[in-house]
């Protein structure tokens, strides 16, 4: 059977972020494509229009059976933004890094500030943790869904804004979703946790078998 991944990086990074996981990928089997896109420039629902449509399209033609997602951060929403509309072939599922499912407190705190706005742009105004904002009036994804979450904060500058656990730009509890299938956190940051080979294997192991490896000692 023939599997595709795709995979997106996150607020104001680019494809080069998500460079090792992907060669990790191929190493196991999959095609991979790694997207680029503006994610500070556009808005969440043009990002998954312009970006994410074209691609799961591009693995359609190429004859992929199962068309796998991989994403960090912001690409965990807009993700989840397209599968509003739309479904991903039979089998096919997605592990999201880091994701801001339930918002983020850092967006809460910084969104009215002028300097937030133009770095991160429409995408950053609407990942807040209030319950109007986008990731939390976004329906159920029926795909088989793994989040990968951290504890440890690379950003300690915005450690008071967070209650409890979190990663330094999304807190552990406001990753996750209900209708995930499997969840682990991880003693790593928000910035890099894409390149911690823990989290890669996991990746992999849920890509295969549709849960993460509990026989494995996680370490980042």
């Not at 937030?116 to 159920?140: F, I």
């Not at 730009?169 to 209900?178: I, N, P, T, W, Y």
Request: with cysteine.
């Amino acid at each position: 059977m023939k599997e595709s991944v795709i995979l997106l990086h996150g607020m104001g990074r680019s494809r080069l972020s998500m460079a090792l996981l992907a060669a990790r990928l191929r190493k196991q089997g999959f095609a991979t494509l790694n997207v680029g896109y503006p994610s500070t420039r556009q808005t969440i629902e043009r990002l998954s229009d312009k970006y994410l449509a074209p691609a799961i399209a591009k693995c359609k033609a190429k004859g992929a059976e199962r068309i796998h997602l991989v994403t960090h951060s912001l690409g965990g929403i807009i993700s989840r933004y397209y599968l509003q509309g739309h479904r991903l072939p039979k089998g096919s599922r997605i592990v999201m890094l880091s994701p801001p499912n339930k918002g983020s407190e850092v967006t809460d705190a910084m969104k009215s500030r002028w300097l937030y706005q133009v770095m991160l742009g429409p995408a950053g105004q609407v990942l807040g943790t209030d319950d109007d904002s986008l990731p939390n009036r976004l329906k159920t994804v029926e795909e088989e869904v793994g989040i990968i979450t951290g504890d440890r904060s690379s950003d300690p500058w915005f450690e008071k804004l967070f209650p409890g656990a979190n990663d330094g730009k999304v807190s552990v509890e406001r990753s996750q979703l209900d209708e995930m299938v499997d969840f682990l956190v991880v003693n790593t940051g928000h910035t890099f946790i894409m390149n911690s080979m823990a989290v890669m294997k996991q990746v992999v192991y849920f890509l295969q078998h549709g849960s993460f490896d509990r026989d494995k000692k996680i370490k980042a």
